[in-house]
């Protein structure tokens, strides 16, 4: 009988009722609250089921982050940089550039978005971050996850790196929720109602020659962002050369939703209650908000700006997809502006932006780079 009973008590105790903390409880209701805006209120389940599932696994059974574990092995090639990468890859090949080459002037909304980089590395700054951490935080201002994991593990702010994608991962999939009341604050409803002429056709050739130019100019210049531009116009090139069919399918769908598995689950893997809950994360997570609406209302001022010098033919919505989150961004700027006439398709017009928002976040992620000798 002794026996029997010794038996049952370490199955007991081998559940995780006796191991969990508070804190880990905690970040599992944290966890099943994502699962439930992904699953009932659909934001952005591709990004959010599995990060907020790790975020699950990793506050039950802790070790499947520990050297040995599961997840351990998938978060190494985040810090290796291998599915920022292979991210773009798939990004690339998704992505019509065909609104940027149109309208070239989107660049400079792409640009104006980044003001919320900047915002957040002076804010890290003065909350007592050191220079690199700085401004591996400050990257979440560009709602691009990738281009996050990617710069933190070259500034070798490995510690830091889990708090950093979660928070940007979980912006990106909140853009449907932030961005709407920063763009009405900021924009009148008779600029929300400005409808944009047309974008003229763009050739084959143009686009062929496009993802060719910005890698060798953008390399050429910044040599340490070619693994996240190189591979983001290596997959359009594969999209729009048209000759090499298979890969542009296997980079855009298999590639790409195996990457997101794997990339997802080991950064919601990151968040257990020992490492998440403390005041560096609560930082890092304000820091990332405010980043974020800066880079938001940037791109909407700049928006505003170029509606003036254009005569009202730039409907400033599409500012705020000037930040790096594709296509999310463009579709909350047509949504807004579609509330306020539904007549009115931004979409298209939004997506330059959209689009030079992610080389954007690239380039100012290779100028810190630069900035601190990293190759």
């Known amino acids: 009988m002794s026996y029997i009973i010794n038996v049952l008590g370490n199955l007991i105790h081998q559940t995780a009722f006796f191991n969990l903390t508070v804190g880990n409880y905690a970040m599992i209701v944290v966890a099943c609250i994502f699962l439930y805006l992904a699953i009932k209120k659909d934001y952005e389940p591709l990004l959010l089921v599995p990060i907020s599932f790790g975020m699950l696994l990793v506050n039950i059974y802790p070790d499947i982050m520990a050297e040995g574990g599961l997840l351990h092995y998938f978060y190494l090639l ?12 798939g990004v690339g090949a998704m992505t019509d550039f065909g609104p940027l080459i149109a ?43 990738p281009t996050s994991i990617f710069l933190a593990g070259k500034l070798h ?44 056709p763009v050739s084959k050739l143009e686009r062929i020659l496009f993802p060719i130019i910005v890698t060798i100019v ?24 048209g000759v090499v069919r298979q ?13 997101v598995i794997l990339l997802g689950t080991s950064v919601g893997a990151t968040t257990s209650a ?3 809950l403390n005041l560096t994360t609560i930082k890092i997570v304000v820091l990332g ?15 505003k700006l170029m509606c003036k010098i254009t005569g009202g033919k730039v409907n400033p919505l599409i500012g705020s997809a000037g930040v790096s989150a594709v296509p999310m961004a463009a579709r909350v700027s047509q949504k807004v502006g579609a509330e306020a006439d539904p007549t009115n398709f931004l979409l298209m017009h939004a997506m330059g932006p959209n689009v030079s928002g992610v080389i954007g976040t690239a380039v100012v992620a290779g100028v810190f780079m630069a900035v601190f000798g990293v190759n």
């Open 78 to 89: 985040d810090e290796w940089s291998i599915f920022p990468s292979l991210i773009f890859l």
């Open 103 to 145: 309208y070239p002037q989107s660049f400079l909304l792409g640009a104006a978005a980044q003001f919320g980089i900047f915002a957040a590395y002076i804010g890290a700054m003065l909350l007592g971050f050191d220079d690199a951490a700085a401004a591996a935080i400050s990257i979440i201002g560009g709602a691009d996850g």
């Open 157 to 200: 702010q490995t510690q830091l790196m889990g708090p950093i994608a979660v928070a940007a991962y979980s912006y990106m999939s909140l853009v449907p929720i932030i961005q709407p009341p920063i763009m009405r604050f900021l924009t009148t409803e008779e600029e929300r109602k400005i409808k944009m002429e047309q974008l003229r």
């Open 218 to 241: 953008v390399s050429m210049l910044l040599p340490s962002t070619a693994p996240l531009v190189g591979m983001l116009m290596l997959g359009n090139l594969f999209k729009e050369s």
């Open 247 to 259: 890969l542009t399918e296997t980079a855009s769908n298999a590639l790409m939703y195996i990457v």
């Open 274 to 276: 020992e490492a998440f």
């Open 289 to 303: 908000l405010i980043a974020f609406a800066f880079g938001t209302a940037g791109g909407v001022v700049f928006g």
